[in-house]
């Protein structure tokens, strides 16, 4: 197999590339959830799609919710979670995209999947499974959750 040497229009191509990719990963900043009003702490990060998909880790969001999160290992990586909320009970398991809503099947738009051992899941799928309205800023980089009878004043505009 015969190499030809690095030209330095390769080497241009490169650096500029890296320093694009650096430059965007730099100013870019995390998304901010609220719920309530109040900013979920989690130690993984929502994560965002280029076609503006959401997923959140499961477990913090459902705790700031009030939510009790019970998991068992199945398969290997393909753990069993079962989240209860008042009346409300969400099945899923990690990398299917069937779960059940009290005992009713429910077709997931994407499977859950981990990110540095947390349980992420579609913004839609939770925002079904806990009655709670979501609403997703790009623009700002922040999800608001509202729960059904909780009013709260936004005190970030002051």
């Known amino acids: 197999?015969?190499?030809?040497?690095?030209?330095?229009?390769?080497?241009?191509?490169?650096?500029?590339?890296?320093?694009?990719?650096?430059?965007?990963?730099?100013?870019?900043?995390?998304?901010?959830?609220?719920?309530?009003?109040?900013?979920?702490?989690?130690?993984?990060a929502p994560v965002t799609t280029a076609s503006d998909n959401v997923f959140?880790?499961?477990?913090a969001f459902a705790s700031a919710l009030g939510a009790r999160v019970t998991v068992s290992e199945v398969r290997g990586d393909n753990d069993a979670v079962v989240v209860t909320r008042g009346e409300r009970t969400f099945a899923i398991r990690v990398g299917d995209r069937h779960a059940t809503l009290n005992g009713m099947p429910l077709t997931l738009s994407h499977e859950p999947f981990r990110v540095r051992g947390?349980?992420?899941?579609?913004?839609k799928a939770v925002a079904t499974a806990f009655d709670?309205?979501?609403?997703?800023?790009?623009?700002?980089a922040?999800?608001?959750?509202?729960?059904?009878?909780?009013?709260?004043?936004?005190?970030?505009?002051?």
């Open 56 to 59: 959140v880790p499961l477990r």
């Open 118 to 123: 947390r349980i992420m899941i579609g913004l």
């Open 1 to 44: 197999m015969n190499y030809r040497p690095v030209t330095w229009q390769t080497v241009t191509l490169t650096a500029a590339s890296a320093l694009v990719a650096s430059a965007l990963l730099a100013f870019s900043r995390p998304v901010d959830v609220r719920i309530d009003g109040h900013t979920m702490e989690s130690d993984v």
């Open 132 to 140: 709670v309205r979501v609403h997703y800023d790009a623009r700002s």
């Open 142 to 158: 922040r999800i608001d959750v509202r729960t059904p009878g909780v009013v709260s004043i936004d005190t970030t505009t002051e």
